[in-house]
């Protein structure tokens, strides 16, 4: 058996090397590292994929999402709410552009956001807010969005996480990340689109936002050596563009294959006293980004390194809120009461899930799994 890893890039690549090597091989030759044509067919590509009118590349999803809150004309101080149950950069380039963070509660079945602690968050200062679509679950984005349009407050998605995905609402399908006023994506090589470095884009419907955030990427010039307005740097390298094109023919056979582990271990691990396996409510396609388990009852931590010490990898995403971070101690004289999002940073773990996982692997997972459990509670009840 191969040794257990959380995502296996190594074997993914082997399997579709021959197109990969191919499409890198093409940007040698051309030497067109830089905007070269492989970029627009990529983004067509998804455009066509995720039905956003329009999809703008970029170096990473920190600057997607960076990109997407300075397109959007903010003051110093005007708020954004965002869950404090989430990777640092969702907040992070909040805190960067001199915008206040107002963290959230999140639901803890669903590990998205939660709709009355939004509500309630909201003030007058409120300018955005930004779902994020956690572990490859779409975040209840009609009620979202209903409170923003009520509200005159812009929504971005931050899709990093759950590209493939989409959410059932009452006019039918949407892809994630096609419902907020801009969208962000990552495409770190470990996501379910996952790019060979760093790469993202920001997604659209509006025409203005588009062309702006288009410039904000070239440096604010849409003429060159012409600067409109500050920008950044921020731009797809072709290499990349040319392995995101291979891949994106995979992504929904890679998202399937996330949910055929998932079914998996919800099969094995369901019913057990002390786990709590995924939800997944009605509205939202969960593609499974992470496979993450609430452990109730029962010491997460001694879990996580006795996992290690047998061969089996787990994650914590995320040991410490948002809101508790170090970066954020000024804030903090804000009081919060997020109960929901400090209890699952002490009781999540997330198991290896990838599209090269085999039955045997599942297998050998689980079982290490359930013997860890049974070992750590003897260890603590005799
Ligand atoms: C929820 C979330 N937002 C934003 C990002 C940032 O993406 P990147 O690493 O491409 O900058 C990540 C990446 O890990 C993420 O998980």
Redesign the pocket.
């Known amino acids: 058996m191969n040794t257990i890893q959380m995502v296996d890039l190594k074997r993914q690549y082997q399997n579709i090397q021959t197109e990969i090597d191919a499409a890198i091989k093409e940007v040698m030759d051309s030497a067109a590292f830089i905007n070269g044509p492989v970029v627009k067919e990529f983004t067509d590509k998804l455009a066509a994929y995720t039905k956003a009118k329009h999809v703008i590349p970029c170096a990473?999803?920190?600057?997607a999402?960076q990109i997407a809150l300075m397109a959007l004309d903010l003051q110093p101080g005007d708020e954004v709410i965002t869950p404090s149950f989430?990777?640092i950069?969702?907040v992070e380039v909040v805190a960067l552009l001199g915008l206040t963070p107002v963290f959230v509660d999140v639901d803890p079945d669903t590990f998205t956001v939660n709709i009355e602690s939004v509500q309630q968050a909201i003030t007058p200062k409120t300018k955005v807010i930004i779902p994020?679509h956690?572990y490859g679950q779409c975040s209840n984005m009609e009620p979202i969005m209903e409170l923003a349009q009520a509200n005159n407050i812009a929504v971005i998605e931050?899709n990093?996480?759950s590209i493939g995905g989409h959410y059932v609402g009452l006019d039918g399908m949407h892809k994630t990340g096609t419902m907020g006023t801009i969208s962000s994506i990552?495409?770190?090589p470990s996501k379910n689109l996952g790019a060979y470095g760093?790469g993202?884009v920001i997604m659209t419907n509006s025409d203005e936002l588009a062309s702006k955030m288009l410039k904000i990427c070239n440096h604010g010039s849409e003429k060159r050596y012409y600067h409109e307005i500050v920008g950044v740097n921020s731009r797809l390298d072709s290499i990349q563009a040319a392995v995101l094109k291979v891949k994106l023919k995979y992504l929904d056979q890679y998202c399937d294959k996330r949910r055929a582990v998932a079914a998996f271990y919800n099969r094995v691990l369901g019913n057990h006293p002390h786990l709590r396996t995924p939800f997944e409510p009605a509205y939202s396609h969960h593609v499974y980004h992470q496979y993450t388990l609430i452990l109730e009852g029962i010491d997460r931590d001694a879990v996580h390194e006795a996992l290690a010490k047998r061969g089996v990898p787990t994650m914590i995403y995320y040991p410490v809120p948002c809101h508790q971070q170090e970066m954020f101690k000024n804030l903090q004289d804000r009081s919060y009461d997020l109960p929901h999002t400090e209890y699952l940073v002490s009781k999540v773990l997330s198991l290896p899930i990838h599209t090269e996982l085999t039955e045997e692997e599942m297998t050998f997972i689980t079982t290490q799994l359930l013997e860890v459990i049974d070992e750590v509670k003897q260890k603590y009840y005799i």
């Open positions: 990473n999803g920190t600057d999402l989430t990777f950069a969702t994020v956690l931050d990093a996480q990552s495409f770190f760093d993202g």
